[in-house]
């Protein structure tokens, strides 16, 4: 990224080259916002985690600017340090504001926080699973007696409330 930002250019080749440089430096700006700026050039698509190719297509989706879409995303915080899931809600926050809607199926409390909506599943996996626990606010689900969630997210943000 810093090659991009860097490079050193003539009056003509920057008048050439503005509109690319644009686009290639907003590129790589959604790529380090979904927590990839770890990943190299050289690397196979094949190699990648589920959750990083999650993030290359929400890294595309941002860059297109595309409104009025639906994505259902599967755990993508998966394997983020905390920094880079803050970067995380921040685009999932701004594919919402663009007029899309976001689906988010996470275990992350930081992520569940963040939320407009919450839909609990449970009470737990498999066979016991499956049914509604909860469903509505972050604030309602704070208040929740059925929910299992709210006591993992009041710990999280407990100094926030």
Same mark, same amino acid.
């Given at each position: 990224m810093l090659f991009f930002k860097n490079i050193k250019l003539d009056k003509y080749e920057a008048?050439?080259? %503005?509109r690319l440089l644009t686009e290639i430096n907003n590129r790589l700006q959604f790529l380090t916002d979904v927590g990839l700026s770890y990943l190299t050039i050289n690397r196979t698509s094949n190699t990648l985690s589920g959750g990083e190719s999650q993030r290359i297509?929400?890294?595309t989706?941002?860059?297109?600017s595309l409104v009025g879409?639906?994505?259902i995303l599967d755990e993508p915080s998966i394997g983020l340090h905390? %920094?880079?899931t803050e970067r995380l809600i921040g685009v999932l926050k701004d594919l919402r504001d663009l007029g899309n809607t976001?689906?988010?199926?996470e275990h992350d409390v930081d992520l569940i926080?963040?939320?407009d909506?919450?839909?609990?599943m449970g009470p737990a996996g498999g066979k016991k699973g499956g049914k509604k626990i909860f469903q509505g606010s972050v604030q309602q689900l704070l208040k929740s007696k059925k929910s299992i969630t709210s006591s993992f997210v009041k710990k999280a943000i407990g100094p926030l409330i």
């Open positions: 008048k050439i080259g %503005k297509n929400l890294a989706s941002l860059g297109s879409s639906m994505y905390p %920094k880079d976001v689906v988010v199926v926080a963040a939320a909506y919450v839909i609990e």
